[in-house]
């Protein structure tokens, strides 16, 4: 499945390391030593980012919240847990 994480980027959901609230990035030195080595691969808004998606091989910064992302998320989860029922309308 994929997930919109804002900033008209859309993503797999399997691919999705982590989300981090951006505003823990200035208090760890783990964090913030990430994105200044990794400016080449961060996509999205310095600006106005309130979460940091972490795949593979980007890190997205994201206008949305964790909250919100993590909604998201588990909206899609509970669509793919549903029962696909669209044959047995066609049948009808």
């Known amino acids: ?20 609230d951006y505003q ?11 994105m ?9 808004p310095l600006n106005d980012a309130k979460s ?7 890190l997205y910064l994201s206008t949305l919240s964790v909250a919100t992302l993590k909604k998201r998320a588990s909206m899609i989860s509970t669509i793919s847990k549903l029962e ?3 044959n047995e309308l066609e049948l009808e």
């Open 52 to 58: 940091v998606v972490i795949t593979n091989d980007y």
């Open 1 to 20: 499945m994929f997930i919109h994480i804002g900033n008209g980027n859309v993503i797999r959901s399997k691919n999705i390391i982590s989300i981090i």
């Open 36 to 44: 200044r080595n990794n400016k080449e691969i961060i996509i999205g």
């Open 84 to 86: 696909d029922y669209s």
């Open 24 to 34: 823990f990035i200035s208090s760890s030195t783990i964090m913030d030593e990430m």
